[in-house]
Structures are given as structure tokens and as C-alpha cells.
């Protein structure tokens, strides 16, 4: 179990569609994250919450929605999704923001939009 | 731009073989990080290197934090299959403000059995 949860693993949606993505942290921690890993970029961060308050969004499209109802739980809610939003969405948390706290990852939701 | 320049994008190496791999850029960063991530898995992070010069151990790996902070090595000593998977840098570079943690593009190796 690494910590920190998310569900579902894969999700095919269409673009017309609205689904949410689900993560929770079992770590205590009070700094959640969303990234984005697509093939051949870097990790792109898109949304942090620290202490339940969002904190950077990172010119991340309307289309991507998030939520942080309490600290150890973090949604995103999708909707009108583009097939170039396909890829792999992680979930990290960490005890505060900063550098001094390493990140702490979920094994991912693999997104296809079509 | 600051970017974290990793090399080689692709390794595929026999078993018993040793590699390096690297994490360059221009900027310089307080500290750096390297994670590994594993197939159909989130990345874990291995270590932090924080005092430019140092050089950090864990079993067969050996990390090393550039003397100007601007680059880091990773050296795998007699690679295993387990050994297997994305290997990432990442850090916030000085001039960041925010601590704005940016990612490397990763290696992808793959030790032959």
C-alpha cells in the first residue's frame, strides 16, 4: 500500500462525458497535488492544495475541476474532455509544500478520452 | 525556460552491467531530487541530495549532487531486473520563488535478465 489511494485505476470516457477522479492520503499529510504524465513531457503539475486551500492552478483548462472537501481526500472532476487530455493523472501528497517534503504518489488514473 | 535535461532518454542494459545516468541544467537548484517509478505505478522517491559535492549511497546505487548544484548523477552498480523502470529528477530551481518543483523527461531503463 503506498499511502496514498486513487480510483479508478483506468477510465475510458468520451468527450461529451463528466467523471471524477478520486484520491485519498492515509499519511496525515496536508499538501495534495495533481499531476499530468504524458509521453515523452515532464510531470506537469496542475493543481495544489495546502491545508485544504488551493494554492497554485497552474493555467490548467476550466474543463479540469478540483476539489479538497478535507485534507486527506482530493477530487478531479472532468468534463468536455479533448483526446489530448488522454494520459496518466497522479495523485501525490506530502507533509507541508516546499522542498523539504519529498512527494509521496498514488499509482495513478490512466485516462483515455475518445 | 529552466529545464532539468535528463540523459540518456533510453537505456537497455544486460544484468550485471553498471550505468549512469544524468540530470542536467543551467539553473541552479537548492537540492535534487531522484525518483523511481515502476510500471503501472506512481513514481517513489529515492533521495535528496542537498550540499553541492555530495554524494549519497543506497545499496547499489550511488547519487551524486554536482559541486555547482546545476547537475546530478545516478550509478547503478551491477543493475538487477528490479532495477527496471522511469527514473526521474526533479527540483525547484534557486531563483523559483515559490518552490515550484519541476520535473526531467526521465530515463527509461531496462535491465536485460
Known amino acids: 500500500e503506498t499511502g496514498v489511494t486513487q480510483t479508478p485505476r483506468h477510465l475510458v470516457m468520451g468527450m461529451t462525458n463528466k467523471k471524477s477522479l478520486k484520491c485519498e492520503q492515509h499519511l496525515g499529510h496536508n499538501a495534495m497535488y495533481w499531476y499530468k504524465q504524458s509521453a515523452k513531457k515532464p510531470l506537469e503539475l496542475m493543481f495544489v492544495y495546502s491545508l485544504e486551500e488551493r494554492v497554485e492552478n497552474n493555467s490548467v483548462p476550466s474543463r479540469f475541476s478540483p476539489e479538497c472537501p478535507n485534507s486527506s481526500h482530493l477530487f478531479l472532476h472532468l468534463h468536455t474532455l479533448q483526446p489530448e487530455d488522454s494520459a496518466l493523472y497522479l495523485c501525490?501528497?506530502?507533509?507541508?509544500?516546499?522542498?523539504?517534503?519529498?512527494?509521496?504518489f498514488g499509482n495513478g488514473t490512466r485516462l483515455t478520452v475518445t | 525556460t529552466q529545464l532539468l535535461e535528463q540523459s540518456p532518454q533510453f537505456l537497455s542494459i544486460q544484468e550485471g552491467e553498471n550505468l549512469t545516468v544524468y540530470c542536467n541544467s543551467s539553473s541552479v537548484f537548492s537540492s535534487l531530487q531522484w525518483y523511481r517509478q515502476e510500471p503501472g505505478e506512481g513514481p517513489v522517491l529515492l533521495v535528496t541530495v542537498v550540499t553541492g559535492g555530495e554524494v549519497k549511497k543506497l545499496k547499489r546505487l550511488t547519487f551524486q549532487f554536482g559541486d555547482a548544484r546545476k547537475d546530478s548523477s545516478l550509478h547503478i552498480t551491477a543493475a538487477q531486473p528490479g532495477d527496471t523502470g522511469l527514473y526521474l529528477c526533479a527540483g525547484a530551481p534557486r531563483m523559483n520563488r515559490d518552490d515550484k518543483i519541476i520535473f526531467g523527461k526521465g530515463t527509461r531503463l531496462h535491465i536485460l535478465p
Open positions: 501525490a501528497s506530502s507533509q507541508a509544500r516546499g522542498l523539504d517534503s519529498p512527494l509521496h
